[in-house]
């Protein structure tokens, strides 16, 4: 079946260092990739997503490149700032069928000033 | 445009009781999917419904009932609850469109403790 493994947390950085979150996966057809980001007390957030092969996914300073090569999407960010604390969810899905999304176990990001 | 809402936003259950779960949306999606979230463990499915009166398992369907009897609206139930029911309910909904790319919109989720 689909899965997704992502690097467990917690992470803790200082302010405007480079992250990464390493996310591989295996699916059975082709999937559809995505990052959600989990704010204290909230719901889940897309982030960004990639459709295809090198496709290169990009939103508020964070980006992700689609490796098929690799089975890989890991998440980057130049310079993280205290505001991106939160929980950080790898998913994928395959576009038959329920669409439903499967899950990382999630990797929570501490930033400190 | 309240996007995906649910009620309640806590809850606290004894072994054996029942309640529902609702989830609103109001963006006129075809597709809904109920979650739970536990420490570790991302989210997992746990019913779906590709549209207005249908169904369907998910990957952890079992002590949940579902209903979809109006499109914006996607009931979760438990008949009996037990204490590994207690987690983070999420509701999602998403729209008719590329296969596979979607985005799912989630709610702000549900707590739910049963003793």
């Known amino acids: 079946g689909d899965s997704v493994t992502q690097m467990e947390g917690p992470v803790t950085l200082s302010e405007e260092a480079f992250l990464t979150i390493n996310c591989t996966y295996t699916?059975?057809?082709?999937?559809?990739l995505f990052w959600y980001v989990q704010y204290p007390g909230e719901g889940l957030q897309l982030l960004l997503k990639a459709t295809k092969a090198d496709d290169k996914g990009s939103n508020k300073g964070f980006e992700a490149t689609y490796r098929k090569e690799t089975t890989s999407f890991h998440l980057e960010k130049g310079s993280v700032q205290v505001s991106d604390s939160a929980v950080y969810f790898c998913a994928l899905s395959v576009g038959t069928g329920r669409r439903a999304l499967t899950f990382g176990s999630g990797t929570r990001l501490q930033v400190q000033p | 445009n309240a996007g995906v809402t649910q009620t309640p936003k806590f809850r606290v259950l004894k072994t054996g009781q029942s309640m529902t779960l609702l989830c609103a949306q109001d963006?006129?999606?075809?597709?809904m999917y109920w979650y739970r979230q536990d420490p570790g463990m991302g989210l997992r499915l746990i019913h779906y419904?590709?549209?207005?009166?249908?169904?369907a398992k998910g990957e952890v369907p079992d002590g949940y009932n579902v209903s979809r009897l109006k499109k914006q609206n996607f009931l979760l139930g438990l008949e009996s609850a037990a204490p590994s029911q207690t987690s983070v309910y999420f509701c999602?909904?998403?729209?008719?469109?590329?296969?596979?790319?979607?985005?799912?919109?989630f709610g702000p989720g549900t707590r739910l403790t049963v003793l």
């Open positions: 999602a909904s998403s729209s008719r469109g590329a296969l596979g790319a979607n985005e799912q919109f």
């Open positions: 419904s590709v549209g207005e009166g249908t169904t």
């Open positions: 963006m006129n999606h075809e597709y």
């Open positions: 699916a059975t057809g082709y999937p559809s």
